[in-house]
């Protein structure tokens, strides 16, 4: 299986100032179309997890452009370019190469 | 609107059975391909099954060793787990997620339930 490793584990972010969160994967994640196979979800408090970016950097519907999503084979970046406190939750990477599909350990951003 | 709702979760002794439910509304349920992922609550999330549109093809994580079984009932527009030989390490928030095609030739999970509890104890 394709292991996912985030880090940090825990972001205390100020509002208004930027975040990134890193994401590796243990094997590439390029698709011989040449699409990289990296998704981003976002499970906020007490609620489901929904769809960030897919394909890397590709935002989901909705997603406001203060999302970006960066990075090829195996190292990702989702950046937040000025966190509000709606932003607060539990991000994770997966990958949508192989099955299974595998999450990263999840990284929780917290308003300071 | 689209929805998804898991229920069926429960308390179990080990060795026990449960089956989980997961009714969909709000789209064309026979069209896509269906998953079941699990989550220790405040822990990561672990995909579990998946099943085809007309439910010819399942996969499963190779911790299921043949306990689970994934299908779909498409005229009720209901996903299923069964699963059986239930361990202490099964206990966990099980979700259904729909996936989507969001661009050329992929998929993500675009719709989630909010999940119903398992927890496998004596």
């Known amino acids: 299986d394709i292991v996912m490793t985030q880090s940090p584990l825990s972001l205390p972010v100020t509002p208004g100032e930027p975040a990134s969160i890193s994401c590796r994967s243990s094997q590439t994640l390029l698709h011989s179309n040449g699409y990289t196979y990296l998704d981003w979800y976002v499970q906020k408090p007490g609620q489901s997890p929904q769809l960030l970016m897919y394909l890397g950097f590709h935002r989901a519907s909705g997603v406001p452009d203060r999302f970006s999503g960066s990075g090829s084979g195996t190292d990702f970046i989702l950046k937040i370019s000025r966190v509000e406190a709606d932003d607060v939750g539990v991000y994770f990477c997966m990958q949508g190469l192989l099955t299974p599909r595998t999450f990263g350990q999840g990284t929780k951003v917290e308003i300071k | 609107d689209v929805q998804l709702v898991e229920s069926g979760g429960g308390l179990v002794v080990p060795g026990g059975s449960l089956r989980l439910s997961c009714a969909a509304s709000?789209?064309?349920?026979?069209?896509?391909?269906m998953h079941w992922v699990r989550q220790v609550p405040g822990k990561g999330l672990v995909w579990v099954s998946r099943v085809n549109p007309d439910g010819s093809i399942v996969d499963y994580a190779n911790f299921v060793n043949g306990r689970f079984t994934i299908s779909r009932d498409n005229a009720q527009e209901t996903l299923y787990l069964q699963m059986n030989s239930l361990r202490g390490d099964d206990s966990a928030l099980y979700y259904c997620a729909r996936v989507e095609l969001v661009a050329d030739d992929y998929v993500a999970f675009d719709v989630w339930g909010q999940g119903t509890m398992v927890t496998v104890s004596s």
């Open positions: 709000g789209f064309t349920f026979g069209r896509y391909w």
